[in-house]
Structures are given as structure tokens and as C-alpha cells.
């Protein structure tokens, strides 16, 4: 059996005076992190996290901590207002929402510009569907992604005039 890992940085790091409560205990739970004087650097050795348990107490002093309205405090909020009176934690499907919540952070800094997230995809045995990688640039206004299939894609498309049945994709975007 293959293990498949999708290890990841995000570039560069975030002032923690940029972070809600609400931002930070969530997105340090989704990726792994480090705190390096007062900046957080965010990645993940083995993948980001889709789906994370939180304790109702860390996310009831996060919210509480929290004035600005976010997209990061909404999850938490609703995420609470699920629970029944004996739940003492919280279970948050996070999809993509990381994203938003990246980009939340950028369109309120005073420093950042953008957020880049690069993703490399490896496998533990040879797979051809087991590699490759993705890059994803988070500013105020514009979320782009590209993953390495799309760049081959578009590159034989335009060299060969149409989609190439041989690149790791079939000839179709990632």
C-alpha cells in the first residue's frame, strides 16, 4: 500500500499581530506551526489538516478574545451552536476555508501583500499519480492556483497546439 503526503510551507510568515484568537487557533490546528519571536510560520509535513477537534474551552476563549467578525470566528460560532449542553469539544469540517481566512488576514495587514501556500505532492512508492505539486498566491483581491499537471498542460497545449494525450493529466486542467 502507498502513502500519499501532501507536504506544504506558507510564505512568509504571519505576524501574530495580524491574527485574531479565532484565526490563529484555527489555522494551528490545520497546519503545523512554529512561532519564531512574533511571527507564526505555517506548513504541514505530512498534509493540512481538512477536519480538526477543537476544545470547547480554547474555542470559547478564542471567540471571546475575537472583536473583529471573521470568517475564522463564524466557524468557531457555529461550530458552538451545534454542540449539545455535554459536548466538550468541537468538530469543524474546514474544506477550504483556510483560504478565506488567509485571505481575511492579508486584506487587514498593515505588512503582508499576499500569502503563497506551496504544496508538494509525493508518494511513498512510484506512482505516477503519487507526485507533482501546486502553488496557491492569496493577495486582497485574487486567489490564483496552478498545480504542476495544469503549468505541463498548458505548456504542451501551447507548443503543440492542443491538449497532449501523454502528459500526466490526459490533456485536461488539475
Known sequence: MADYYSQCVVSPMLPLSDLTDAERLILCNIFESET??????????????????????????????????????????????GLSEDDTAVEIDLDDHW???????V?????????????????????????????????ADTVDAMSTSQFIDETLSLRLGAAHPSSPTGGTDA
Open 36 to 81: 519564531d519571536a512574533d511571527e507564526l510560520y505555517l506548513f504541514a509535513e505530512v498534509g493540512r489538516n481538512s477536519m480538526i477537534d477543537l476544545e470547547l474551552p480554547d474555542v470559547q476563549a478564542a471567540l471571546a478574545a475575537t472583536a473583529v467578525g471573521s470568517a475564522a470566528a463564524d466557524l468557531l460560532a457555529r461550530a458552538v451552536a
Open 99 to 105: 483560504i478565506g481566512i488567509l485571505q481575511e488576514i
Open 107 to 139: 486584506r487587514r495587514s498593515p505588512t503582508l501583500t499576499f500569502v503563497a501556500v506551496e504544496t508538494g505532492f509525493n508518494c511513498s512508492k512510484m506512482r505516477p499519480d503519487g507526485f507533482g505539486g501546486a502553488a496557491l498566491v492569496i493577495t
